[in-house]
């Protein structure tokens, strides 16, 4: 083949990147492309989206590398079902190679895409970058998908060999990069966004800010799995953002994991590991975008109470813990794991949300939001899904606060309101007295609210509306944690 068009997607970087080595080994020169795609953008509420950014710089640096190797990068504006048959024409491109996407609306685009260039008489390669084993790759004995993690896991890791996780090598091949000047970068203005506050929030883009990340958390990965629950804590590894846009490879990430050993490197691989079962998942089953994984839940009446999401999505809902991590979320486009499983429970099993409204939001706010992830995550809280905590499970947020935040150190850093408050009531502050309240300098109800719900009686109706959908899975009796 003379020519070839490599189209970055979710894997923006030049390193170990199976799309781009697929280009560079099938044509003798490989031009690149980049569209910031209108079918996606024209959907996004805020015109100052943290990931838009997140994307927008990553795009930048991978141009600048690009360049540095006489190559450039095309970016594009408009629809991507149009944009990419339209400058595979116009470069004379035998074929388009892309890492392959596991998102319902991505398997359409690419669907759309294939079909177009198919008509000119080019092809669509996708292949597999952003996990290690997709679609049927790990698979039960009976050939089915797995639908608990366990058992997925141990087949992952039985299957795992080396040279699953081996690097693309992709330097030697770059000289075939057709040579041509740089192409114009359009900026935020002109994608119709503002530029936002990314910049203070420590999170590093591009293949740079994922390589700088990666060793940050390396010298501390030892330390995963006895700091990761607490938010207060530099725990977690910070690379989910970076594994989401492909600036970092997940084989990478991977090897990174085995290389170090230990429990707190095989937790965090077996995070990884959570993760290729949630694209798995979405991949065979679709539906579950708007659906419940277990049908029969499909049946719970959310009462949706009048004001209740609003509290939630504004931190307004007088438990501490939550409205810490909705502040979180809301300042920095992050929230911490454990947080995510607190503040998705008490929507759903506190205040009677529906889950797919809290899945919305945190798709509109998160930057590393991932569609396969989220919606496991929802529906992992919410009891409705694979693998999923049992219904009868319901996260008292009073105790998760104090056993995950015990001196309140998280909440107050994003609740300055309670700072002064002692720390035997930072989990829960309605329980001072009038004179508790004025000497730490809050007043309960006036200077924070009031709890929007009773714990124990919205637990006793959450009970109860399960209980109605399902009648055959009473266990006869509810678990608080």
């Not at 040279?163 to 994608?191: K, S, T």
């Not at 991590?325 to 429970?345: C, D, F, P, T, V």
Request: glycine content about 8%; aromatic content about 10%.
């Amino acid at each position: 083949m003379d020519t070839a068009l490599i189209w970055f997607r979710r894997d923006l970087r030049l390193h170990d990147n199976a799309a781009l080595y697929h280009a560079l080994q099938a044509a003798r020169r490989v031009r690149a492309a980049f569209v910031f795609d209108t079918d996606i953008l024209d959907g996004l509420e805020d015109r100052a989206d943290r990931r838009v950014e997140f994307i927008w710089r990553g795009v930048a640096e991978l141009k600048a590398a690009l360049e540095a190797h006489g190559g450039t990068l095309h970016v594009l504006r408009g629809s991507a079902r149009e944009r990419i048959p339209a400058f595979a024409a116009e470069c004379g491109a035998g074929a388009v190679y892309a890492a392959r996407d596991y998102e319902p609306f991505a398997i359409a685009r690419d669907a759309a895409v294939a079909t177009a260039l198919a008509a000119d008489g080019r092809g669509l390669e996708l292949v597999k970058d952003q996990v290690v084993f997709d679609t049927d790759e790990v698979l039960t004995a009976a050939g089915r998908p797995f639908h608990v993690f366990t058992p997925y896991k141990r087949a992952w890791l039985a299957r795992l060999q080396r040279g699953d996780i081996a690097a693309w090598p992709v330097e030697d091949g770059l000289e075939r990069l057709a040579i041509e000047p740089p192409a114009a970068l359009p900026d935020l203005d002109a994608l119709g966004f503002r530029a936002t506050d990314l910049a203070g929030l420590k999170l590093v883009p591009g293949e740079a800010g994922a390589r700088a990340a990666l060793n940050d958390f390396r010298a501390r990965m030892e330390r995963y799995r006895a700091q990761r629950d607490f938010p207060a804590v530099k725990g977690p590894s910070y690379l989910s953002a970076h594994l989401r846009f492909g600036t970092l490879s997940i084989r990478e990430a991977v090897r990174a994991a085995l290389e170090t050993g230990g429990e707190g490197a095989e937790t965090w691989l077996s995070e990884l590991i959570w993760r290729e079962f949630y694209q798995m998942l979405l991949w065979h089953y679709p539906e579950t975008v708007e659906h419940a994984f277990q049908r029969k839940y499909e049946a719970i009446a959310w009462p949706d109470p009048p004001g209740h999401f609003q509290a939630w999505a504004e931190a307004r809902t007088g438990y501490p813990i939550v409205d810490a991590a909705m502040r979180q979320l809301e300042q920095s486009g992050y929230m911490h794991n454990r947080l995510r499983m607190i503040a998705a429970s008490f929507l759903v099993k506190d205040l009677h949300v529906d889950w797919r409204l809290g899945e919305r939001h945190f798709a509109r706010k998160l930057i590393d939001y991932d569609q396969a992830a989220n919606v496991g995550g929802w529906q992992w809280s919410a009891g409705i899904g694979t693998d999923a905590q049992p219904w009868f499970r319901i996260f008292n947020p009073v105790t998760q606060s104090e056993k995950f935040d015990p001196e309140g150190r998280f909440i107050r850093r994003y609740l300055p309101e309670l700072a002064a408050v002692p720390d035997r009531f930072i989990h829960a502050p309605w329980k001072m007295t009038p004179e508790q309240q004025a000497g730490g300098g809050v007043i309960v109800g006036r200077d924070y609210p009031l709890p929007r719900v009773d714990h124990g009686a919205a637990r006793a109706r959450t009970l109860a509306l399960y209980r109605a959908a399902a009648p055959a899975d009473d266990p006869g009796h509810g678990e608080a944690s």
